[in-house]
Each structure stands twice: as C-alpha cells, then as structure tokens.
C-alpha cells in the first residue's frame, strides 16, 4: 500500500492543472499487481481535461488489463475526496466493488468501495434489458 500512495503522491506532482491549482494523482493497481498511474491534465478549453483516475484507467486498459485491484487517490485539498461521477461510472466498467483509498498531502485519509459511492450504476449489463 505504500508504494501505492508514493506512486500517487508521485503522479499528483505531475499534474496539470493551472486553471483550477487542485492537483490529483491516481494510482491504480491491476489484478497481476501491476500500478498504472494517471494525473489530471486540464486544457485551456475547460472541457477537454481529464482526471487522473481516468487517466490511470485508460493506460492501464491501453497495457490490457481490465482487472482492477485498488485505486490510491492522491490530492492536497484538506479533507480526502472521492472520484468525481464521471469517473466512478468509468470504474464500474471494469470493477463494481473496487477499493478505493483517498489521502491527502497532510496525512488524512477515507477508504470506500466503488458499490457504496455509485448505487444502482448503469453497466454492461444495462444494455442486455431492450
Ligand atoms: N479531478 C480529478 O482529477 N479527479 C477527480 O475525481 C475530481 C477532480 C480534477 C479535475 C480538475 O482538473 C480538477 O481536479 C478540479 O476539478
């Protein structure tokens, strides 16, 4: 688990975020124990960045793993915070219970599962029901 918050911590570094100074690193480790890493990119056409967890979800699916273990969520805000929505219905795709472990620069952290901070998801499945 500490190299997973150091690979967090490390990619939050990396981020790039002048429009909104909230830097977020993601570090996501694969079924095989593989830790794909990912760092929110913003874009002066505000629509167009993306945050770290999905960021961390693409490289890792791009490498061929669609088994995901745990997420390690990295920021400095005061409080530990969760992936935004658009991200937990990215990671219900591919793991609809995952650990989740968010901790901040200054020590504080929460953990939840995936099943708890996105009830009733659409999935895969959703798509079977015409
Ligand atoms: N951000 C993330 O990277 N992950 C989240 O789950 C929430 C928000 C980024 C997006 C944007 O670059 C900045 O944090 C402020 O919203």
Redesign the pocket.
């Known amino acids: 688990m500490v190299a997973l918050r150091d690979a967090a911590r490390e990619a939050m570094t990396r981020?790039y975020?002048p429009?909104?100074q909230?830097?977020?690193g993601?570090a996501l480790q694969v079924a095989d124990g593989a830790v794909f890493v990912?760092?929110?990119?913003?874009n002066s056409a505000f629509p167009s960045?993306?945050?770290?967890?999905?960021?961390a979800v693409a490289a890792a699916v791009a490498a061929g793993h669609r088994g995901l273990a745990r997420l390690v969520?990295c920021?400095e805000a005061d409080v530990p915070?969760?992936?935004?929505g658009?991200?937990r219905q990215v990671l219900v795709e591919f793991a609809p219970s995952l650990d989740i472990h968010s901790f901040t620069a200054s020590g504080a952290e929460a953990r939840w599962s995936l099943a708890d901070l996105l009830p009733h998801p659409f999935t895969p499945q959703s798509l079977h029901h015409l």
């Open positions: 981020a975020a429009y909104s909230f830097r977020v993601a990912g760092c929110n990119v913003e960045g993306i945050c770290a967890e999905r960021g969520i920021t915070t969760p992936p935004c658009v991200c």
